[in-house]
């Protein structure tokens, strides 16, 4: 029935395939190609918005051909696309996949990838289009980007587009990032630049602006005389996997806030946009973030928490101690949970705080925004049985189970008036039904159409920063002594909790 009333719905305009080009994938022997970026090429091959004339570089330093790089991928596609693989599909995809070997620091391999894809452009007709990926370390950015530029890949004209994807993190605080920006705006233009944040290709995450923008309840309620607050989580229930030597310099304020929470953030609370156009949304999450009130070294010491997790229990499975992780220091003071109190300087939101809270080896693995509406007057049940009223709760869920839940009150049958709490939930795969997603489709097929709305657009990456970067200075400045604080398999130092509690307010239970 679901899925009927679903095709009853006003039809979306058709998405258009992507322009023919070839993808320049810097760092391709790494965990991203062949964790996401592959699958989700597949993915977008299998819906037919994949470019016909369309073709693959791997670039990196191993020691490959191009049908060893193809099988090697071949090989690894059924461990993170399995069954949805159709066997013709990807041999017809995979035949358009190529590998160059070299050094990023070397101008030699650019001068000889010029010559590559020259070759592959004139075997798979791209058109000249190349669309440039950093799948690599951070520290390469700066000089890939360097490197195109001086051997010419980065110039547009006759010869095609050129468009270069660069992921996260840009930067380490807010000096690096406008310095890094500097550096790659002396070569590309900024509508060249696509910052790549995975978390906007989820579909809750687009879906904030329909759901508000899009329907005449909500929209007149999302502001500070409707809402009490807001929460942001992010919670992971991994450890740091393999990324122990990145994560034991970065952290988890670095790693999330910057970049994931502030888009969540703008997502939540920007004005509405004068149009759908990239740069109309841009513009309105920039105001946002701007609006945003920086923490002087004071509010660092009460409106941030910061922890790092010890041994426990996860899913039932023992876990060992941040500091017993692969390439962290044994006496490491890098947080692997941060939470903030952040407030809006505007007039939709002045008073309303942001909670947002974000770690490693938590309780659940859960993403979502709760809207905490303010609580109705008790005025009319005062001489009934009901002793306190429950504030409703509209929750954006972005994963694992994308959707949207909103909690009322309702009368519990009987003789006397007693209330309980109801939950209504929208759950994408029920209602729409589920295709195979990375995240990263939607993503990629903007890139190939220019399409930045869902990219992180310069002045927004430094606003990010700019917000960060005091609370990074005062905790680089008064090391934690109490490290670590929580055990893994809960919700973080008992801290986070007070951060709520002066003022009367408390953490959503999940689960």
Known sequence: MANEQAKKTDSPAQARPGDPCTMVIFGAAGDLTKRKLIPALYNLLHSKLLPDKFAIVGVSMQEYGDQDFRDLLSGEVKQYAGDRIDTKLWNSFVSKIYYHRGNFTDPGLYSSLKDSLAKVQKEQDTSGNCLFYLAVAPQFFGEIVRQLGAAGLAAEGAAGWRRVIIEKPFGRDL???????????????????????????????????????????????????????VQITAAETVGVEERGGYYDTAGALRDMVPNHMMQLIAMTGMEP???????????????????????????????????????????????????????????????TFAALELHIDNWRWAGVPFYIRTGKRLAERVTEIAINFKRAPMLLFRETGVEEMSANVLVMHIQPDEGISLRFSAK????????????????????????????????????????????????????????????????????????????????GPKEADHLLEREGRHWRVIG
């Open 175 to 229: 000096d690096s990032a406008q310095a890094l920006n500097k550096e790659i705006k002396s070569v590309l233009r900024e509508d060249q630049i696509y910052r790549i944040d995975h978390y906007l290709g989820k579909e809750t995450v687009q879906n904030m602006m329909v759901f508000r923008f899009g329907n005449g309840i909500f929209e007149p309620i999302w502001n500070r005389r409707y809402i009490d607050s």
């Open 273 to 335: 946009p004068t149009s759908f156009d990239s740069e109309a949304v841009r513009d309105e999450k920039a105001k946002l973030l701007n609006a945003i009130q920086i923490l002087t070294p004071e509010n660092v010491l009460t409106m941030a928490v910061r922890g790092q997790y010890g041994a426990g229990t996860v899913e039932d499975k023992p876990a060992a101690a941040y500091r017993k992780e692969d390439q962290v220091a044994p006496e490491s003071h890098t947080e």
């Open 412 to 491: 519990i049958p009987g003789p006397t008036v007693k209330l309980g709490s109801v939950d209504m939930n929208f759950k994408y795969s029920q209602y729409f039904g589920t295709a195979p997603s990375t995240g990263y489709e939607t993503l990629l097929l903007d890139c190939m159409i220019g399409d930045p709305t869902l990219f992180q657009r310069d002045d927004m990456v430094e606003a990010g920063w700019r917000i960060v970067t005091p609370v990074l200075d005062v905790w680089s400045a008064l090391p934690p002594r109490d490290f670590p604080n929580y055990p893994a398999g809960s919700w």
